[in-house]
C-alpha cells in the first residue's frame, strides 16, 4: 500500500501534535501491520453510553480469596489466563508435584514467593518474576508464604525470546539475567530439608490423572541442553526507550508465543522533546484483545487502581489514557509502573466468574 496524507497530519508519529488536537492510531497485526495516525478534534473515546457485550472493562483481582485456589479469568483456543493462590505445604516432606501436558505454564508472581523445584534444579522467586515451565516438565513448589500468582498457559506454541532486530540481542534482557535451576541447592533441599515428593498431577485435555511412586521423583544427577525452566524478574528487564517519540507497547515485548505476546511496563523516563506526546497514545489495536495486569507502582494513565487490578480492552473499539493523566503528565519525568500486558491475536472469552469481580462502570472512566 502506498503511504497518503490529507488535512491537519504530522511528520512523525506520535510527535508534534497541534495543540488541542488528539492522535488516534488505527493499525494491523499489532503495531508491525499497515498504520495510519489520524488527527482528531476531541478523544475517541468520549463515548457517554455503551449497548452491548463489546466495551472495555475493569477487574478487581483482588477479591479472590487465597481460598480460591486457581481461578480462570479469559481464554480462547492458544492461551488461558488465570488468577492463582498456592498455600505454603503443611507437610513440605510430602510436596505434590505438577506436570501441564497441554501447553507451557508461565507463572508471574504478584505476592509471595518461595522456592520451584524441577527435575532440572531448584528456582528461587520473588515478587515481580517471571517462571517460565515448558510443556510435560514436572515442578513442585516449596513456598514461603501464601502466594499469588498471574497464571498464563501456551496451549498451541511454546515460548520464545522476541525478535531484537536492529538493538541486538543484549536488548529488553540480557540472556545472562535469567534465574537458571540449581541441582546442587536441590540436593541440598531434598537432603536437608527432608522434602520427599512422590505425587505427580498431570494435567492433560483439563484432565487430571495422579501418579504416585515409591521414591522421590527428582532424582536427575545431571544435564545438559537448551530445555528447561527458567525465571526472570521484572528488576532485570531494560525498557527500550526513545526520548524523541513515543514507542509502541510492542517494543516491550518479554515473551511470545503463536497466538499472542506477554509484554512487561517497568519505571523508566519520560519523553523529553517539548512537541513528544508522554502518554500511552489513543489508538485501536485492531486485530488484538489487550488485557493489563497492574502488579506495582503509580499507574497514571488510569484513574483510581491499585495493584492487583485487571483491565480488559478487546479489539473494536479506541482506547488511551484517561484525561486525568493527559494533565498530570505535565509534571512527571518518569514512569514508575510494573504491568504486565497480554495482547491475543484472537478474541478472549471471558469466565462467567469475572462478573463477580467486575467494576460496571469503567467505560464511563474516560469522562472527564
Same mark, same amino acid.
Given at each position: 500500500m502506498h503511504h497518503y496524507t490529507q488535512g491537519i497530519s504530522t511528520r512523525q508519529a506520535h510527535k508534534g501534535i497541534p495543540e488541542g488536537r488528539f492522535e488516534e492510531e488505527q493499525g494491523l497485526d499489532g503495531f508491525f501491520g499497515p498504520v495510519s495516525h489520524l488527527i482528531k478534534e476531541q478523544p475517541s473515546t468520549r463515548w457517554v453510553e455503551i449497548e452491548g457485550p463489546l466495551k472495555p472493562r475493569l477487574y478487581d483481582i483482588v477479591k479472590f480469596a487465597p481460598e480460591t485456589g486457581i481461578q480462570r479469568l479469559l481464554y480462547n483456543n492458544d492461551i488461558t489466563i488465570s488468577n492463582l493462590w498456592m498455600m505454603p505445604a503443611k507437610d513440605p516432606s510430602r510436596l505434590t508435584?505438577?506436570?501441564?501436558?497441554?501447553?507451557?505454564?508461565?507463572?508471574?508472581?504478584?505476592?509471595?514467593?518461595g522456592r520451584m523445584l524441577t527435575e532440572y534444579g531448584e528456582l528461587a522467586f520473588s515478587p515481580g518474576a517471571y517462571i517460565v515451565v515448558p510443556k510435560c516438565i514436572t515442578h513442585a513448589f516449596l513456598l514461603d508464604e501464601s502466594t499469588n500468582?498471574?497464571?498464563?498457559?501456551?496451549?498451541?506454541?511454546?515460548?520464545?525470546?522476541?525478535?531484537?532486530?536492529?538493538?541486538?540481542?543484549?536488548?529488553?534482557?540480557?540472556?545472562?539475567?535469567?534465574?537458571?535451576?540449581?541441582?546442587?541447592?536441590?540436593?541440598?533441599?531434598?537432603?536437608?530439608?527432608?522434602?520427599?515428593?512422590?505425587?505427580?498431577?498431570?494435567?492433560?485435555?483439563?484432565?487430571?490423572?495422579?501418579i504416585k511412586y515409591d521414591s522421590n521423583i527428582f532424582d536427575t544427577i545431571g544435564w545438559k541442553g537448551d530445555l528447561f525452566p527458567f525465571?526472570?524478574?521484572?528488576?532485570?528487564?531494560?525498557?527500550?526507550?526513545?526520548?524523541?517519540?513515543?514507542?509502541?507497547?510492542?517494543?516491550?515485548?518479554?515473551?511470545? =508465543?503463536?497466538?499472542?505476546?506477554?509484554?512487561?511496563?517497568?519505571?523508566?523516563?519520560?519523553?523529553?522533546? =517539548?512537541?513528544?506526546?508522554?502518554?500511552?497514545?489513543?489508538?485501536?489495536?485492531?486485530?488484538?484483545?489487550?488485557?493489563?495486569?497492574?502488579?506495582?507502582?503509580?499507574?497514571?494513565?488510569?484513574?483510581?487502581?491499585?495493584?492487583g487490578m485487571m483491565s480488559f480492552h478487546p479489539a473494536g473499539f479506541p482506547h488511551g489514557p484517561h484525561p486525568k493523566a493527559m494533565q498530570k503528565i505535565t509534571t512527571k519525568?518518569?514512569?514508575d509502573e510494573y504491568a504486565v500486558m497480554i495482547d491475543t491475536r484472537w478474541p478472549l472469552q471471558r469466565d462467567p466468574v469475572l462478573e463477580k469481580v467486575e467494576l460496571p462502570e469503567y467505560y464511563l472512566s474516560w469522562r472527564k
Open positions: 508435584a505438577q506436570r501441564n501436558a497441554d501447553g507451557d505454564w508461565l507463572y508471574f508472581c504478584h505476592k509471595g514467593g500468582f498471574l497464571l498464563v498457559e501456551n496451549r498451541t506454541s511454546h515460548f520464545r525470546e522476541p525478535d531484537r532486530g536492529l538493538v541486538g540481542r543484549h536488548a529488553v534482557y540480557d540472556i545472562n539475567t535469567i534465574g537458571k535451576p540449581d541441582l546442587e541447592k536441590q540436593y541440598q533441599t531434598l537432603r536437608n530439608g527432608g522434602v520427599d515428593p512422590r505425587e505427580v498431577h498431570i494435567k492433560h485435555t483439563d484432565q487430571i490423572t495422579k525465571t526472570l524478574h521484572m528488576n532485570d528487564l531494560m525498557p527500550l526507550m526513545s526520548h524523541r517519540a513515543h514507542l509502541p507497547p510492542s517494543a516491550h515485548t518479554n515473551f511470545v =508465543a503463536r497466538g499472542f505476546v506477554v509484554c512487561s511496563f517497568v519505571p523508566r523516563p519520560l519523553e523529553s522533546d =517539548a512537541d513528544a506526546l508522554k502518554v500511552p497514545f489513543y489508538h485501536q489495536n485492531i486485530d488484538y484483545d489487550e488485557v493489563l495486569f497492574y502488579h506495582a507502582g503509580d499507574f497514571f494513565s488510569r484513574d483510581n487502581l491499585h495493584a519525568t518518569h514512569t
